[in-house]
């Protein structure tokens, strides 16, 4: 048995360099007297060894389509940056040209094109996406389409073609909190959390907010630790206007008649009760979702808008592929229309009595966790196989257009967590047990079915040893998260580390060492944004990093598959053999 996989393994390993490699990994991890239990050990990292004996490395800038507006929107200011982006030794650039108002910035048929942000008048004749084809085209770097997907409006802008279509909008599901003091006063909270407040209104801050609260002159704010009252405070009376989330409590912030309130009827070391009435709205009118207008990413007209998108961006540029940003539910909220009902009661193949409780209630107390209901778990399957699908859909579209053409994917690195946006981007066979999960939703995996992925590693310390050093969480660091962004993809696609910029103001060194844990741990890093990498100047900072050119991994054709059948050839042997 070992000797037939070995064979079987040597015979893969001349295939890869058959490609024009020049791998070394037969020498080092395929040798003869090998045990299988050092097999076993490698195949965890075999992607990312395989990229590095061949010298292989994605270095992707991200370019956000509105950051970058005004500098791109001239063919000098496009010519300018791809320049740049070659000398500093990037190798592929996702230009965004469907940002989240759902507008687009290249000449469609399909979906309207953005003509004034913030002020800004775009050039009507500018073709943004045929401009970075040419440019880099001209410079040997790959260009990608991004485009966010499921958001189609701006709603701080009030903006966008959901706005035309609201039939299509996702439906949210949330909670209208009122408050009570002992004394039997009570006020009505805003829907939503973490947000706010406007005038008038009283919010509350949970402690998944974990940046400080800073109150105006005409706000006012009560710190509630375990059930009781700690501190009042006046925003317009003191300095002490920087408040912090308790860990096991919350915040509640009133501006105008809601910091009156506050202060006339809340007191220190008094208990709060809360009552609250579930409330399903419109994502266009919903204030719990506060700027993308997602469309219910099961309506399958909304479906069939947005494949036709890729298919008119497959068709009409020659480009080297599509990247699906927002390719996901706007959050755990959404979506519970009656048309997402009524796919669901078909997909378990039984009536839900009581919906949306059935799915999930929430604690009238801030700062709890939602309550599980009967079909949670399937719930989540269900949205997970609903992305899924897409996928799969849009690759059948780029197919037929385009054979050959790319598809990659952008994603948020927290897998633990992602189920609250219905994505599974990992590998159909990376099975982690948590404990929201079926036994069968490992199976709604799409990471084989994109070219390449990049997951948002977004935090401010690099690496594991750093965080130990400074007493935080390593497992919040860029390292640890490409390391479980590895572990779920399990060598069924390339991962870049995406890294960003601006967690990184002001500390140069620091984000030196970010790239470096992103390439140290992944196959590559993605930059996000440019706008940050040319307002702070740090182009010598890339130029010094990569200062020799290097494919991607991507680019070099047949490696993918033929890495997933090594990686076949060498799953872990049965005891003895």
């Known amino acids: 048995m070992w000797r037939s996989r070995f064979t079987a393994t040597r015979a893969l390993a001349a295939g890869l360099f058959a490609l024009g490699l020049g791998l070394q990994v037969v020498d080092s991890a395929f040798a003869a007297e090998e045990t299988a239990a050092m097999k076993n050990a490698r195949i965890a990292n075999l992607t990312t ?120 909008q996702a439906i949210v599901y949330d909670i209208q909190r009122t408050v009570y003091t002992p004394s039997g006063a009570s006020a009505p909270l805003a829907v939503g959390e973490n947000q706010g407040p406007e005038k008038d209104e009283l919010v509350v801050y949970t402690p998944a907010h974990q940046q400080t609260k800073v109150l105006g002159p005409e706000d006012a704010a009560v710190v509630v630790e375990g059930n009781r009252v700690t501190a009042l405070v006046d925003g317009g009376l003191t300095e002490l206007g920087r408040l912090t989330v308790p860990s096991d409590g919350y915040l509640l912030v009133g501006r105008g ?34 700027v993308g207008g997602f469309v219910n990413p099961s309506h399958p007209e909304a479906r069939a808008y947005l494949l036709s998108i890729i298919r008119e961006l497959a068709n009409d540029y020659a480009l080297d592929g599509i990247v699906l940003d927002r390719m996901r539910y706007s959050s755990l909220r959404t979506d519970f229309s009656p048309l997402s009902r009524q796919q ?154 995406g890294i960003q910029v601006l967690d990184y103001y002001g500390k140069p060194d620091e984000f030196r060492k970010a790239l470096l844990a992103a390439t140290q741990n992944s196959q590559g890093v993605m930059l996000f944004d440019l706008v940050y990498i040319e307002e702070y100047n740090w182009w010598n900072i890339l130029s010094d990093l990569f200062s020799r050119p290097k494919r991607a991994p991507h680019d070099v054709p047949g490696l993918r598959t033929a890495i997933q059948q090594t990686r076949k050839v060498l799953e872990p042997l049965p005891s003895g053999q």
């Open 344 to 497: 669901f009661e078909e997909y378990l193949g039984k009536k839900v009595e009581n919906f949306p409780q059935d799915i999930y209630t929430y604690d009238a107390i801030p700062g709890r966790p939602i309550v599980r209901g009967p079909y949670f778990k399937e719930w989540l399957e269900w949205r997970a196989r609903n992305i899924t699908r897409f996928v799969e859909e849009a690759r059948e579209v780029v197919q037929r257009s385009r054979p050959g053409l790319a598809l990659a994917a952008y994603v948020g690195s927290w897998y633990e967590e992602y189920f609250g946006v219905g994505v599974n981007w990992g590998a159909e066979d990376f099975v982690a047990g948590y404990d929201w999960m079926t036994p069968t939703y490992p199976s709604t995996g799409y990471a084989r079915k994109v070219d390449w992925l990049t997951t948002g590693c977004y935090y401010r310390t690099s690496s594991r040893d750093d965080a130990r050093q400074l007493g935080e969480d390593e497992e919040r660091t860029v390292e640890a998260a490409a390391q479980l962004s590895l572990k779920a993809i399990n060598d069924a696609t390339f991962l870049y580390a």
């Open 49 to 168: 060894a395989i990229t590095r004996q061949a010298n292989l490395e994605g270095r992707v800038m991200w370019m956000d389509g509105t950051a970058n507006l005004v500098k791109l929107s001239t063919p000098e200011g496009v010519s300018e940056i791809f320049q740049k982006c070659r000398d500093a030794n990037i190798n592929t650039v996702v230009v965004d040209v469907k940002p989240l108002s759902g507008h687009v910035l290249y000449n469609s048929k399909i979906a309207p094109r953005l003509q004034e942000w913030k002020g800004f008048a775009y050039p009507p004749g500018h073709d943004l996406l045929l401009m970075a084809m040419l440019e880099g085209r001209r410079r040997g770097i790959r260009v990608y389409a991004g485009i966010n997907v499921f958001s189609d409006a701006h709603k701080l802008l009030k903006s966008g073609p959901l706005y035309e279509r609201p039939e299509w």
């Open 257 to 290: 008649t809601g910091a009156r309130w506050l202060l006339e009827h809340v007191e220190v070391g008094q208990p709060l009760t809360f009552t609250g009435k579930e409330v399903l709205q419109p994502i266009l009118e919903a204030p719990s979702e506060r």
